[in-house]
């Protein structure tokens, strides 16, 4: 039977965990994680002013490899952070010397001290104190011992149930075999370098599984998070329940999936430019992923076509506003966009481009 055990590290101080990290026993991005750069370099100073100024900050929460092992190690380190990885990245830049303090920063014990904008080595130089009152903090530090990978992963989706994880970074953190996939699939060129939309939250991740839920349904379906959810949950529920043999051909059945995917991948990172502005909306890219799917044959010409096709929707939408004649096809298909995971809209906005494509003679 699987155990998981949850009690209090033996207190250390920062320097003590700074250290372990120069020392490369901390896995400061294991799957489940989210992204480094969530916390902008303002909000990482404000942390430091909160430890400087005896302000309370949350608990951390680290799988501890040290107590019991785990298949969810990949890395080999002793420790692999849970929760609290914004927190201990802000305190370990600042150590590092690549953040300073804001420019606002106030040393509420003695406010004629000049600390705004000092980073740590001038911090150790001017203020030995506040340096070394850094160092000895001894933050409280949650250690979870398990046997079971399931376990750390359900932790940290319990400790960010709230606003601080979102959809795409709660699914990435679920066990079974679609978060490793479209892990995979997020290393494709495609997602790397010719998205152009924001991908501070892991928006990319989000993408991805909407691409292998289409891959696995056969059509283009309804893209929203709970049938993503469904789509991941179901996954793991197979491969948890089926013995060794089927565990495999499941598996197998997935790493299919994945490689019908990237196969598409291909050539839309062979269509599209380097940070296209052509997918600077991640809601329009499934319509051009089945879109390519089914007809390939139009990759050399997918983006000369879509920038007249929408220009034709932007002309379109401007005469309707003044009340002029305007392409009723091209107002409907702005319409259906402004809906971009309903499967009305996305079956929708396809069969528009391809009759257009038709009409083109781009496609039989």
């Known amino acids: 039977m699987s155990y998981i055990q949850v009690v209090q590290h033996s207190p250390m101080p920062l320097r003590w965990w700074f250290e372990q990290m120069l020392a490369g026993n901390i896995d400061l991005e294991p799957p489940y994680q989210r992204r480094s750069d969530i916390w902008t370099t303002q909000k990482k100073a404000h942390l430091i002013d909160s430890l400087i100024n005896d302000f309370d ?9 040290t107590r019991a092992r785990s298949p969810l190690n990949l890395s080999k380190q002793p420790y692999a952070i849970v929760d609290g990885k914004q927190r201990l990245k802000a305190i370990f830049d600042f150590m590092s010397g690549n953040i300073k303090l804001n420019r606002s920063s106030l040393w509420l014990e003695n406010p004629d001290a000049q600390i705004k904008g000092l980073g740590f080595a001038e911090l150790r130089e001017k203020f030995p104190s506040l340096a070394l009152k850094i160092e000895v903090f001894e933050p409280v530090v949650m250690s979870i011992a398990t046997d079971d990978d399931a376990k750390i ?36 060129p495609f997602f790397t370098n010719r998205v152009r939309f924001n991908k501070r939250r892991m928006q990319e991740f989000n993408l991805a599984a909407k691409l292998l839920l289409i891959e696995h349904s056969g059509a283009l379906v309804d893209t929203k998070a709970k ?11 197979s491969v948890q329940d089926a013995d060794v ?26 269509g599209f430019e380097e940070s296209d502005a052509l997918l600077a909306r991640a809601g329009n890219i499934p319509v051009y992923y089945w879109l390519i799917k089914r007809h390939p044959e139009v990759t050399d010409n997918i983006r000369d076509f879509l920038l007249e096709f929408e220009l034709n929707v932007l002309n379109a939408m401007r005469a309707e506003r003044v009340g002029g004649p305007a392409d009723q096809e091209m107002t409907r298909y702005y319409t259906l966009s402004r809906s971009t995971n309903d499967q009305l809209s996305l079956r929708g906005r396809y069969q528009i481009l391809v009759d257009t494509l038709r009409r083109k003679r781009l496609i039989n």
Do not use: C, W
Not at 171 to 184: D, F, S
Not at 227 to 237: I, Y
């Open 57 to 65: 900050i949350p608990k951390i929460y680290v799988a501890d490899f």
């Open 153 to 188: 992963y359900e932790m940290f989706v319990r400790l960010n149930s709230g606003e601080a994880a979102n959809s795409a970074e709660k699914r990435n953190a679920r066990p079974g075999p679609i978060p490793g996939i479209v892990r995979q699939l997020t290393s494709h």
């Open 245 to 270: 043999k089927e565990r495999e051909q499941i598996i197998s059945s997935y790493e299919e999936l994945q490689a019908s995917v990237l196969d598409v991948l291909e050539y839309m990172a062979e």
């Open 227 to 237: 049938n993503l959810d469904r789509l991941v949950e179901d996954a793991a529920k």
